[in-house]
């Protein structure tokens, strides 16, 4: 596997070394080795999956606070979606910053969100299936999101959403307090 630096502190782009034939190719996914070795999280709890039906889908942008605080690594499985992470880690020098990039089912790429970051997708076609691999277990009383048009972070996505969910459309406007940004202290 290849890690590439993003413009956002700690975020990778994984990019999967391809070894083919005629037969097809054969990559690896995943390797505790060289995830430990590129300094992120090597032991994942949960494989999560999602479909999204219509282009245009929009999840996101979610995160959770200390105790749970995740990390994820996101990969497209099929169709093409646009990932992008919102850095809300005080202690960051991008702060308040995202970066998007598209991931789909040609390139493979993978996006690693690191913990203290809120992260979303606006799918690019129909059918588009994604899964994610999460360092940590899921607390309802830890989540909180990001509204996807937030004044405050100005994420361009490359189209406007079709479907967004009611609760994803009504996260409130960007409050540090109530965002957590004091508790996600220390989590770069």
Same mark, same amino acid.
């Given at each position: 596997?290849?890690?590439?630096?993003t413009?956002?502190?700690?975020?990778?782009?994984i990019?999967?070394?391809?070894?083919?034939?005629?037969?097809g190719?054969?990559?690896?996914?995943?390797?505790?080795?060289?995830?430990?070795?590129?300094? !992120?999280?090597?032991?994942? !709890?949960?494989?999560?999956?999602?479909?999204?039906?219509?282009?245009?889908?929009?999840?996101?942008?979610?995160?959770?606070?200390?105790?749970?605080?995740?990390?994820?690594?996101?990969?497209?499985?099929?169709?093409?979606?646009?990932?992008?992470?919102?850095?809300?880690r005080?202690?960051?020098?991008?702060?308040?910053?995202?970066?998007? #990039?598209?991931? +789909?089912?040609?390139?493979?790429?993978?996006?690693?969100?690191?913990?203290?970051?809120?992260h979303?997708?606006? &799918?690019?076609?129909? +059918?588009?299936?994604?899964?994610?691999?999460?360092? #940590?277990?899921?607390?309802?009383?830890?989540?909180?999101?990001?509204?996807?048009?937030?004044?405050?972070?100005?994420?361009?996505?490359?189209? &406007?959403?079709?479907?967004?969910?009611?609760?994803?459309? +009504?996260?409130?406007?960007?409050?540090?307090?109530?965002? /957590?940004?004091?508790?996600?202290? /220390?989590?770069?």
């Open positions: 596997m290849k890690f590439h630096t413009p956002i502190a700690g975020v990778r782009l990019e999967l070394e391809k070894r083919g034939d005629d037969r190719f054969f990559a690896r996914f995943f390797c505790e080795r060289e995830f430990a070795e590129a300094g !992120l999280p090597s032991r994942f !709890l949960q494989i999560n999956n999602s479909l999204s039906v219509s282009a245009g889908t929009l999840r996101g942008l979610h995160y959770q606070l200390p105790p749970d605080a995740e990390s994820k690594v996101v990969r497209c499985l099929k169709g093409g979606l646009y990932d992008v992470v919102l850095d809300l005080p202690d960051s020098p991008t702060f308040g910053k995202w970066f998007g #990039a598209e991931l +789909n089912e040609d390139n493979r790429l993978m996006m690693f969100v690191p913990k203290g970051c809120a979303g997708f606006i &799918t690019l076609q129909d +059918n588009t299936e994604a899964l994610y691999l999460v360092d #940590a277990y899921y607390g309802p009383n830890s989540e909180r999101g990001v509204r996807y048009d937030d004044p405050s972070f100005a994420v361009e996505w490359p189209i &406007t959403p079709s479907e967004v969910s009611e609760k994803d459309r +009504n996260w409130p406007d960007f409050d540090p307090a109530w965002h /957590g940004v004091d508790t996600m202290r /220390g989590l770069l």
